[in-house]
């Protein structure tokens, strides 16, 4: 018996009599000793639990295939080949010595029994997995003592597309025999079945997750993807959701799986918060894959007849020609702010006219205000698609200043591609040009497909403009402030009383601030000094019930006017795109009041 190897014997002694670590012990297997005897491993004996009846998942399937086209290399050596999953169940052994395959069996190194530290302490299978590194144990190393007499590599294997742990792959022989190579080894197989998984990962799987990524890139919340072996989430799910609420989410998302048409959710998730869930599904030809989700979070506090939460409100900034103090509106001006100061490509995305073009004018206003300022409206190019594309070009060439670019769903079709191919290959130069942006325009009602998967990808990121509607702190700042800008004689505008304010701050607006400056002109029309009285709200206005809607409620009402939008008005479609009968979506649109007409 060596020097080296006596010695860690006694350190071993020494730590199950007393509990202290001490001597020429490596760090990794001094804290793996520490765990295992605060699991209440016995030292004396091995005993694995065992979970009968393990399926075989098709990657365990795979292993075993690769398991055994590596067993010729290993010929007659006194080794032996282990692949765990997870959890440290161990799936296949491969030994061709008899003489090991006999120890192995004493101390249940075999198909079924785990070996994951807490159940047997420190070892090159369990040990590896909780560090999620290649690890050799050797000898005494070992925390039990039958399993001493082995030495054991374990390196982990990942699943090359979700990243999750999918096992250990260990090679275990007698102590004496084993040297630096076995871990090297283990290593090397371990890559092997890395490589495997990845040739032979389905076409479902890519395209789920070519789905999820585009999803991604543009998500100012949550993004999940589920698909039959996999769910990825992105890191705003981690960052803004606890453990309880991501379960709860996760399990809602299984009510859209296998749907063909995009759905929405809603889940009240145990903080109290509220999400929207935006399903798509991820298809290759007509079958459906999986699905993507993108998750809208209302947290208690900033929703419709919510507490305000004084804490964490954002400053405001002021930018001219636009007014609000909401929290979600001080957020996106600061998220477009910061997409000017980086000089990087955004889509402001909202509802017909929530202010996503005024908010993008505001922000060149600020901080540029001399700089050349050009719009192109998508919606004018059908009626001359080859002068605006001719227009986009040359703008897209300028040095700098800004360029906006109105209502991107409406480009026609035949644009689509031209279009793409231009923004991809300005997009590499505007970015070295300092003081050049570029913005972009959208409303979520629209979808247009084709725009959504090659133009939008061209944008570095999108920020989101919620509906006035869920603002109402905005709209008792921006009512003023239109009668202010559209009073004809400055310092002489008309007042509102708070009754009228009150009125109109419950109700809906579906057209946003666009209607509601409309509103404030049709009554400036016939009113002309004083103050406006409830008496002088148009009709439409009075309609609204005296009670603010509850959260849920909003987001039902949203989503609502969101299937009516895209299934052309059809109340029977966009019920089925819902799951709620006919006579349900009567009966709510007339209790919500929505408007389906544009
Ligand atoms: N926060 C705001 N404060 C004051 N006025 C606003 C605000 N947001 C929008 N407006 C006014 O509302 C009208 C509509 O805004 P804007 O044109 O920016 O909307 P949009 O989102 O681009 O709409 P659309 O997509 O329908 O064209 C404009 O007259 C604009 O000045």
């Known amino acids: 018996m060596g020097h080296r190897t006596q010695e860690l014997e006694l350190a071993r002694d020494h730590f199950i009599t007393s509990g202290v670590v001490a001597g020429t012990v490596r760090e990794v297997v001094g804290q793996s000793w520490q765990r295992s005897t605060q699991a209440g491993v016995n030292p004396e004996l091995v005993e694995p639990s065992y979970a009968a009846g393990l399926g075989e998942s098709e990657t365990h399937l795979l292993v075993g295939q690769v398991l055994a086209s590596v067993a010729d290399q290993l010929g007659d050596e006194p080794v032996s080949m282990i692949f765990a999953d997870q959890f440290g169940r161990v799936i296949h052994r491969l030994c061709t ?30 040990t590896a997995l909780l560090t999620r590194t290649p690890t050799l144990i050797v000898g005494s190393e070992h925390f039990t003592e039958p399993l001493m007499m082995f030495a054991c590599a374990g390196a982990p294997s990942h699943h090359p597309i979700s990243g999750a742990l999918v096992g250990v792959l260990d090679l275990t022989c007698a102590a004496g025999v084993s040297n630096g ?80 048409s995009p759905l929405t959710l809603v889940a009240d998730l145990p903080s109290g918060t509220v999400a929207r869930l935006d399903y798509r599904p991820s298809s290759v030809g007509a079958r459906v894959v999986g699905g993507v989700f993108r998750v809208q979070l209302h947290e208690p506090s900033t929703m419709v007849g919510g507490k305000a939460a004084a804490a964490s409100r954002p400053v405001p900034v002021n930018l001219p020609g636009v007014a609000g103090t ?83 769903d409406l480009l026609p079709a035949q644009l689509v591609e031209p279009v793409s191919t231009l923004l991809v290959q300005e997009s590499g130069r505007s970015h070295s040009a ?29 920020v989101v403009l919620e509906p006035l509607r869920h603002r109402p702190e905005d709209i008792r700042v921006v009512i003023p402030y239109l009668l202010r800008s559209l009073s004809a004689s400055p310092g002489r505008e008309l007042q509102i009383s708070s009754a009228a304010l009150n009125q109109l701050a419950r109700h809906p607006w579906p057209r946003n601030v666009a209607q509601l400056r409309d509103t404030l002109r049709k009554i400036m ?6 103050t406006i009285e409830l008496a002088d709200l148009p009709p439409e206005c009075m309609a609204v019930g005296r009670r603010s809607l509850t959260p849920l409620e909003a987001l039902e009402r949203d989503a609502i006017t969101r299937a009516l939008d895209d299934h ?26 929505i408007d389906s007409r544009p």
């Open 326 to 408: 909401s929290p979600e509106w001080v957020r996106a001006i600061m998220q477009v702010l910061e997409s000017h100061r980086t000089n990087t490509w955004v889509v402001i995305e909202g509802e017909p006219g929530v202010g996503t073009f005024s908010l993008a004018r505001g922000v060149h206003l600020a901080q540029t205000p001399g700089r050349h300022f050009r719009v192109l409206d998508a919606a004018a190019a059908a009626a001359d698609p080859e002068g605006w594309f001719d227009a986009l070009a040359e703008e897209l060439d300028a040095e700098e200043g800004t360029l906006v670019i109105r209502h991107l």
């Open 525 to 530: 029309a016939t009113k002309r000094s004083g």
């Open 568 to 593: 052309g008005g059809n109340k029977a479609l966009a019920a089925r795109h819902l799951g709620m009968s006919r006579a349900t979506i009567y009966r709510k649109i007339r209790g919500y009041m």
């Open 434 to 462: 300092p003081g050049r942006w570029v913005v972009a325009t959208r409303t979520p009602s629209v979808r247009n497909e084709a725009v959504e998967t090659q133009i939008v990808p061209c944008f570095d990121r999108t």
């Open 181 to 260: 190579l076995l871990l090297t080894y283990a290593r090397s197989i371990a890559e092997r079945i890395e490589a495997e998984i990845l040739a032979k990962v389905s076409v479902s799987e890519m395209t789920l997750l070519r789905d999820y990524l585009a999803a991604c890139r543009h998500a100012t919340g949550p993004v999940l993807a589920l698909g039959a072996e996999v769910v990825m989430m992105n890191r705003l799910t981690q960052q803004r959701l606890d453990a309880a609420d991501r379960t709860a989410l996760v399990a809602r998302t299984g009510d859209a799986i296998g749907e063909h």
């Open 97 to 126: 010595d008899p003489a090991l395959g006999k120890r192995l069996e004493k101390v249940s190194l075999a198909p079924g029994f785990t070996y994951a530290e807490e159940s047997v302490g420190t070892n090159g299978i369990g």
